[in-house]
Antibody
Framework: EVQLVESGGGLVQPGGSLRLSCAAS????????MNWVRQAPGKGLEYLSY????????YYADSVKGRFTISRDNAKNSLYLQMNSLRAEDTAFYYC????????WGQGTLVTVSS | DIQMTQSPSSLSASVGDRVTITCRAS??????LGWYQQKPGKAPKRLIY???SLQSGVPSRFSGSGSGTEFTLTISSLQPEDFATYFC??????????FGGGTKVEIK
């Protein structure tokens, strides 16, 4: 069974940093591109970032470019999102999702940016 | 960027009703579209891929159609467990994915 489990969310002050993790199981992790998506409370979904299977190709939405960094450790079947210079508008549920057809999602981790 | 316009944003329906949700793309995306169901606190679940292919394990009352710029998700007979939010996702321009705004299906 494919499972994606996010962790690392929490309350952080504006300007602070957080590192999200996504633990993958039930499939061959290094065979899939991976993605991060977020959803602010009561709002729609926003695509944030992509990483290729090897980790050599990255993509970021303009809203997070220069502040967020996606990475992966294929030996640990894990995906990461390093979030720096956090703003109130980054408050959202953050989801990892599998593949270029986005077939499986985790259940998300909540990041709250507030003083 | 490709924009996805989803309608309606919400609807009220009764058990047994036929429900139709539409997504329109700002440019042609072939059939590179998926439909998802999201319940509070749960991971989004893919129902349909490639516009009309039913995800394994998803009940056959769900169906998708369309190609190019207009797409439809149909629930042929709404069941109690189907009350949720539904959204479309285009992956034609991957990795620049874009989502529809979502449709909340509520009990009438």
């Amino acid at each position: 069974e494919v499972q994606l489990v996010e962790s690392g969310g929490g309350l952080v002050q504006p300007g602070g940093s957080l590192r999200l993790s996504c633990a993958a199981s039930g499939f061959t992790f290094n065979s899939y591109e991976m993605n991060w998506v977020r959803q602010a409370p009561g709002k729609g979904l926003e695509y944030l970032s992509y990483i290729s299977r090897s980790g050599s190709t990255l993509y970021y939405a303009d809203s997070v470019k220069g502040r967020f960094t996606i990475s992966r450790d294929n030996a640990k079947n894990s995906l990461y999102l390093q979030m720096n210079s956090l703003r109130a508008e980054d408050t959202a549920f953050y989801y990892c999702a599998r593949g270029n057809r986005v077939d499986y999602w985790g259940q998300g981790t909540l990041v709250t940016v507030s003083s | 960027d490709i924009q996805m316009t989803q309608s309606p944003s919400s609807l009220s329906a009764s058990v047994g009703d036929r429900v139709t949700i539409t997504c329109r793309a700002s440019q042609g995306i072939r059939n590179d579209l998926g439909w998802y169901q999201q319940k509070p606190g749960k991971a989004p679940k893919r129902l349909i891929y490639a516009a009309s292919s039913l995800q394994s394990g998803v009940p056959s009352r769900f169906s998708g159609s369309g190609s190019g710029t207009e797409f439809t998700l149909t629930i042929s007979s709404l069941q109690p467990e189907d009350f949720a939010t539904y959204f479309c996702l285009q992956y034609n321009s991957y990795p620049a994915l874009t989502f529809g705004g979502g449709t909340k299906v509520e009990i009438k």
